[in-house]
């Protein structure tokens, strides 16, 4: 940013910034799992049963895929109206929408009280959702980034990112709590809508943060200066197309695998009986649950760290770092997954690391890759690709690769072949640590000098860092 922008934006406001990023992110990840867990571990019981035990839970994971084919289109809608009236206004209605929509999702009827409406109704309060996250990403990452001093992106991206890891922990949390309160049948009649329930309270908590603070100071510049672009997403079509996907593949990875957790995945084998169909491995599901959340920590961790790590050492390398610990922590998931849950326990703590280093400094690589004028849209866009071909159907695909091969070698395949994906993609993504973002900079010619990679040692000391060089 200009020095302009930068000087306009107080250390006071910027703590209040990544407040209000922090906690809709985690209210916002928090809506999204407890839905996944729950197709995991009860809607196929409530909504899908007729079709038969083992299609039932098929169509019950395909409905956790569905929201991601919708993200791109949340990202589009959330873009276009980002880059032209702001960046705060899209964070508080995405914040409502995904709300709103998991709230009446726990007041849902079941299949058995008004039939086939009750998962075309789940279905719809999904798509919902997927809009919802297809744009509200985007939103916080320039929130937190484009107040950002430029040699501390990578840390204050990092708490955007940090939303995962939190609202994965605070659904875990919340879902222990209630299997504890409500075991067995309880849970199956009363007990899976408290969690849905439990957002409202959390959106009311959400709002009032993120509407106190104020807009990002690059789009106060945009608006000052009257530099929105007319048709934002059509210039990141027709400048930017192979930036976003280079920046989709270098996500494909890290959600692909994520879901295993996030989206229950995990849990859901673990915890169902052994004799259900499909079978699980039957172990104590509040274990599962508090299993899982150590391994939340353990990504929360390594995702701080990755940001921190990124301002130093640049981000392509500090993904690189990441992809062969993930891969690491890839191949021994499921033989320790079998053991117990403390075996769940390691298996997730040991894949959180890998998680948090190829996730913390995403938001800052990806501003980076974007020009002021299109970042909004760049970004979403990107983000949502890389989720859709990530991990919009990764619990469809093991599961089915499992009833297929019966072997969990066969997941275990699936995943790493996306970590080779990911390298590739980031191999070729050009690092841009500490690029100006104000629009001052791209329209002087700085930016696009910057995205040929001939820029030295361009960025001025009112961007407050040199770039290392890469």
């Known amino acids: 940013m200009s020095h302009s922008t930068t000087s306009r934006t ?52 395909v409905t956790i895929g569905i929201s991601f084919l919708f993200r791109p289109l949340g990202a589009f809608l959330a873009g276009h109206f980002g880059d032209k009236l702001g960046r705060r206004p899209m964070l508080v209605l995405t914040l409502l929408l995904m709300g709103g929509a998991t709230t009446l999702v726990g007041a849902l009827p079941t299949y058995e009280q008004i039939g086939v409406l009750a998962p075309i109704l789940l279905m719809l309060l999904r798509i919902l959702q997927g809009l919802s996250a297809g744009g509200e990403w985007g939103g916080a990452v320039l929130m937190a980034i484009e107040h950002a001093p430029a040699n501390r992106r990578g840390l204050y991206g990092s708490f955007v990112q940090a939303g995962v890891p939190l609202g994965m922990m605070l659904a875990t949390g919340v879902l222990a709590g209630v299997r504890a309160l409500f075991p067995g049948d309880a849970f199956l ?53 192979g930036v976003v996907l280079l920046c989709a593949m270098v996500f494909i990875a890290n959600n692909a695998t994520g879901y295993m957790t996030t989206g229950g995945y995990v849990q859901g084998l673990a915890s169902r009986p052994v004799d259900a169909t499909p079978p699980g491995l039957g172990f104590d599901p509040v274990g599962v649950q508090l299993a899982t959340f150590a391994g939340s920590v353990s990504w929360l961790v390594f995702t701080f760290l990755a940001g921190w790590l990124s301002d130093r050492i640049g981000r392509k390398p500090l993904y690189l770092i990441g992809w062969v610990t993930l ?9 320790l997954v079998e053991q117990g849950v403390g075996g769940v326990a390691w298996a997730t703590i040991l894949l959180g690391a890998g998680l948090g280093l190829t996730y913390g400094a995403q938001a800052a690589w990806y501003a980076e890759s974007f020009p002021a004028s299109v970042r909004y849209s760049g970004v979403s866009i990107a983000y949502a690709i890389g989720a859709v071909f990530g991990g919009a159907f990764a619990p469809t695909i093991a599961q089915a690769l499992l009833q297929a091969t019966g072997s969990t070698w066969s997941i275990v395949g699936y995943l790493l ?54």
């Open 417 to 470: 072949a996306t970590v080779v994906v990911s390298v590739i993609g980031t191999l070729l993504l050009r690092d841009r640590t500490g690029v100006p973002l104000s629009i001052e900079s791209e329209h002087s010619g700085r930016w696009e000098t910057w995205k040929k990679g001939d820029a030295g040692d361009e960025v001025s000391s009112s961007d407050h860092a040199a770039p290392a060089s890469r």
């Open 189 to 241: 009649e009363v007990g899976w809508r408290i969690p849905f329930f439990v957002s409202i309270l959390l959106v009311v908590v959400g709002y009032v943060v993120r509407r106190s603070v104020d807009e990002s100071p690059v789009f106060q510049e945009i608006k000052q200066t009257a530099q929105q672009e007319s048709a934002p997403i059509m210039q990141v079509v027709r400048k930017y197309g």
């Open 327 to 335: 891969a690491i922590g890839i191949v021994p998931l499921f033989v």
């Open 10 to 61: 107080s250390a006071r406001e910027r703590n209040k910034v990544l407040a209000a990023v922090v906690v809709g992110t985690t209210i916002e990840w928090y809506d999204f799992f407890i839905y996944a867990f729950m197709a995991n571990l009860v809607f196929a019981a409530l909504f899908f049963e007729p079709a038969g035990p083992g299609l039932a839970q098929i169509l019950s994971l």
